[in-house]
């Protein structure tokens, strides 16, 4: 007897070490799995701000600018017209001629002008119709320089490499090199990046229109989204009988949050734009699409926040005699609003960064101009970010990566603000 | 935009009625006291409001929507014979379309001739007709209706129940806006279908091991095949998914079991919304990182071992696509090994197992079902994730299973085929409806089963 417990004992020490060693092992898996995770957001963070972060500065280069009437091409003309129409790049090219004499060739000349972008004659003639007076007045003027430039001065293009792979050559580098020495290379807060639309320019280039379609699509969105998906749940929630109708709609509504978001584009692109007849690009169509989409995430929030509410709230109003109706709408419904508030937002959050249906319904157009409306053709911010990714500009990889900081900035401070509010207001019954 | 200024004034009308009734409710004549009303005198004003704008909403709904079609019928009625002398109902169509461009000044397709020139000022002049009759209808409604409401109200009134009862209606419509967005999706992926597959067989689409959607413009050209057979497409995204499943399960599975057995309360408060981030990133933001770190990354690395591997490969967008459904994984698989009842560990423990073992033998086996439904939404997410395989997969349909290459997947093509000019009548732009379909029936019918595995485990411990 005694012999064979021991052997039973014996043999579970002797399994021991090994089962401790699987159990480390396992445990350390674990670990590993978590540290992948985060090592995967580091990864995605870090990769995204080095690359970005350059883009919040662009390069400028300080001209002596004058503003010679006989340069522009006026004459003594003032008029709107003629100073719109006046050549303005003759200004920066006298500029340059000024500071490089030495350069005479007319392909060495041409590439000379083309260190500063092609929007500083633009920037001029601002200048010069907002204030007339200026004609024949003396200006040093910082001038944001092409994109190439740009990265040149951010370390971006590799000094070392041999010429011919080189974007510039050793003749446009001493050029940059002389002008920094001269001090009048400089980088400024990139403004343009916040208030232009697209450009295919990367140094004109901003995002400025993608936000304001943005805007104009969440808007939407947030109007038809939010009464829809609270109506939804109150009625599901609050007063539907239970049978199959109800059941139906509550199968669908969990599968609709599990369609691939493509498909929605498909039904806006069928729906919306070749039945309705509504226009393409529009942020109201991409709104509408939106709104199918997050419609079933802001449902689901709601009913989970009604659900919360206690019934005795409820049997509280209607024991005095309120009647159905008053109940919800008086009691219950402003206690599960912050909850239906939260879920609204991270609803909102999902739709600033869906990209996909987007694509289907043309919101993918090349748009200079800013809209101005829900029906003026745009784009939008994960769209512009899409659409830049794939230029092939150095400039354009910094300048996406910026957009998608500007992005994530938005989407982590709807986030926030949806954990502050559940954290404000939740209460346990 | 008229509707919407219409709309507006609507709404300033509701308010001025709701006003109204209100007032009256308060000084109906022979009221000695608010308490010989049947309902409170808000309710008298909702009622009125709602005989003020409801009518007139659906009126203006209807009129808008048969309004343009009217005039069209009116134009075409009228058009004189010389344009339209001779002409298909498609090329009258197109003369149609010419005629709107022209009327909201857009460029136009063909010359501009006199006689359209005059049919565009009739389409403007018609539309103008129609939108003020419209205006004016619908506000003579609204003054009419409200006039009504306004002499219904008396003190035996049920106001509040009739308003009750208009409410309950309007958010019963409001919930069956889900059960029609699906209905809409079916119908209109089906109907662009059916028409794919009047010009290709299903069975060409269905069984096609070629894929090659350009149609020939001239008849002899290389590459014109105009091929549809889906198999490679389908081919491609079970290979991007396969390999991203076999990124995120692992790791989310096992992430989920540290966090939830093992992890302190402090990494768990940490380490989960940390790594929940990863849900909240835009799959466009994926995309760009797949194509600017992970593929270049792969292609070298796999330079220095001497294979040779496509820079769209569909290995960085699988790992991608993996790195995207960590979270979902975790998060799901957190919540079903949490409701597993803790008697069973400690039985377990009981019994002499260890912690691992517990979790292995006792666990897993306990909340598998749950885990099984989570792994099949991720793979139905897989499928149907569009941005991570647009930027970073290639568009050639290959058939092959060496994740060093490139292939293109379902979500990809429609992408391709749908971005840009489109023509409906063309088996290319539809072919985008039918992958679109296939993509619906097979990501619904995952998320069925998954849904149906999830709930029903959820029962057994409730």
């Known amino acids: 007897m005694a012999d064979r417990s021991t052997t039973t004992l014996d043999k579970v020490n002797a399994s021991l070490a090994r089962r401790y060693a699987k159990e480390r092992r396992f445990r350390r898996m674990g670990l590993v799995a978590i540290a992948t995770g985060l090592l995967f957001v580091l990864l995605l963070f870090t990769s995204i701000i080095s690359n970005g972060y350059s883009a919040f500065w662009q390069t400028h280069v300080k001209l002596d600018i004058t503003f010679n009437a006989e340069q522009l091409g006026i004459g003594d003309a003032r008029d709107f017209e003629a100073l719109s129409s006046a050549d303005y790049a003759a200004l920066v090219r006298a500029s340059l001629k000024e500071i490089f004499p030495e350069v005479r060739e007319r392909k060495e000349r041409r590439k000379l002008y083309k260190m500063i972008s092609t929007g500083a004659p633009l920037l001029l003639r601002e200048m010069l119709i907002n204030d007339p007076s200026l004609v024949g007045s003396h200006h040093a003027i910082w001038l944001p320089a092409d994109d190439d430039i740009d990265m040149l001065v951010k370390g971006q293009i590799d000094r070392t490499l041999p010429e011919s792979a080189r974007r510039l050559n050793d003749q446009v580098v001493g050029w940059v090199d002389r002008l920094t020495e001269n001090g009048v290379v400089a980088q400024l807060f990139n403004t343009t990046f916040f208030t232009a639309g697209d450009s295919r320019e990367p140094e004109l280039a901003g995002i400025g229109g993608a936000i304001t379609g943005s805007f104009y699509a969440l808007l939407v969105t947030l109007l038809l989204a939010f009464p829809i998906g609270v109506a939804t749940a109150i009625y599901l929630e609050e007063f539907a009988p239970k049978n199959r109708w109800t059941d139906l709609i509550e199968i669908n509504i969990n599968n609709l949050a599990a369609v691939p978001s493509i498909v929605f584009g498909l039904l806006g692109l069928a729906l919306f734009i070749n039945i309705a007849g509504l226009p393409r690009s529009a942020p109201l169509v991409g709104g509408l699409v939106l709104t199918l989409m997050t419609l079933p995430t802001i449902i689901i929030a709601s009913r989970a926040a009604l659900k919360s509410v206690p019934p005795s709230i409820r049997e509280a109003a209607i024991g005095i005699g309120a009647s159905k109706m008053q109940t919800v709408f008086h009691h219950v419904l402003p206690q599960a609003l912050p909850g239906m508030l939260t879920g609204t937002i991270i609803g909102m959050a999902q739709a600033l960064g869906e990209t996909a249906p987007l694509l289907m319904i043309g919101m993918v157009a090349f748009v200079v101009d800013i809209p101005g409306g829900p029906l003026d053709p745009s784009t939008a911010l994960p769209v512009q970010i899409f659409l830049w990714a794939d230029s092939p500009e150095r400039a354009f990889v910094e300048r996406t990566s910026a957009a998608i900081m500007v992005l994530l900035a938005f989407l982590i401070s709807m986030n926030l603000l949806a954990v502050l509010l559940r954290k404000k207001f939740e209460r346990r019954w | ?462």
């Not at chain 2, 003369?95 to 461009?101: A, C, F, G, S, T």
């Not at chain 2, 008396?154 to 208009?166: C, G, I, T």
């Open chain 2, 1 to 462: 935009m008229q509707s919407t200024t219409l709309i507006l004034i609507l709404l300033v009308l509701m308010a001025v009625a709701f006003q109204l009734g209100r007032r009256r409710a308060y000084n109906l004549p022979g009221l000695g006291c608010i308490c010989d009303l049947n309902s409170l005198p808000i309710y008298h004003g909702l009622y009125t409001a709602i005989w003020c704008g409801i009518p007139a909403l659906i009126l203006l709904g209807i009129w808008s929507s048969i309004q343009t079609p009217i005039v069209i019928n009116l134009l075409m009625n009228d058009l004189p014979a010389a344009i339209t002398a001779g002409l298909t109902p498609a090329e009258l169509s197109l003369v149609l379309n010419d005629i709107r461009n022209l009327a909201y000044g857009n460029i136009t397709s063909g010359e501009i001739s006199p006689e359209l020139m005059a049919a565009a000022d009739r389409y403007n002049q018609l539309q103008q007709i129609g939108l003020a009759a419209q205006s004016i209808v619908v506000i003579s409604l609204t003054l009419i209706t409200t006039s009504f409401g306004w002499r219904f109200i008396s003190p035996e009134l049920r106001a509040r129940n009739k308003v009750e009862s208009v409410l309950r209606w309007l958010l019963l419509i409001s919930s069956t806006i889900a059960i029609l967005c699906t209905l809409g999706i079916i119908f209109a992926v089906l109907f662009e279908s059916v028409r794919f597959f009047e010009m290709i067989p299903l069975t060409d689409f269905l069984f096609g091991l070629q894929w090659s959607p350009q149609i020939a413009i001239r008849a002899d050209q290389v590459g014109s095949s105009g091929a549809f057979g889906a198999i490679p497409l389908f081919a491609g995204t079970l290979l991007i998914s396969f390999i991203a499943m076999l990124v995120a399960v692992p790791v989310g599975l096992m992430a989920a079991i540290y966090l939830s057995e093992y992890a302190s309360q402090r990494l768990r408060t940490y380490a989960k919304p940390l790594l929940e981030i990863l849900a909240g990133i835009p799959t466009v933001v994926y995309g760009f990182f797949a194509a600017l770190v992970v593929a270049p990354m792969i292609r070298d690395s796999a330079a220095q071992f001497g294979v040779d591997a496509s820079s769209e490969s569909a290995l960085a967008a699988g790992l991608v696509m993996g790195i995207m459904l960590i979270p979902f994984i975790s998060s799901l698989s957190d919540d079903v090994i949490n409701a597993v009842p803790q008697a069973l560990r400690d039985a377990s423990l009981a019994l002499g197992a260890t912690h691992s073992e517990t979790i292995r033998q006792v666990v897993i086996p306990a909340a598998l079902p749950g885990i099984v439904g989570g792994v099949l939404l991720a793979a139905s997410r897989a499928i149907g994730e569009t941005m991570i395989v647009v930027m970073a997969a290639g568009l050639s349909a290959n058939l092959t299973v060496n994740p060093l290459d490139s292939v293109t997947t379902v979500t990809v093509q429609i992408v391709t085929l749908l971005v840009g000019d489109q023509e409906f009548d063309s088996p290319k732009t539809l072919a985008a409806f039918a992958l679109g379909l296939l993509l619906f029936l097979v990501t619904l019918v995952l998320n069925v089963v998954a849904l149906r595995v999830v709930r029903k485990y959820r029962e057994v411990y409730e």
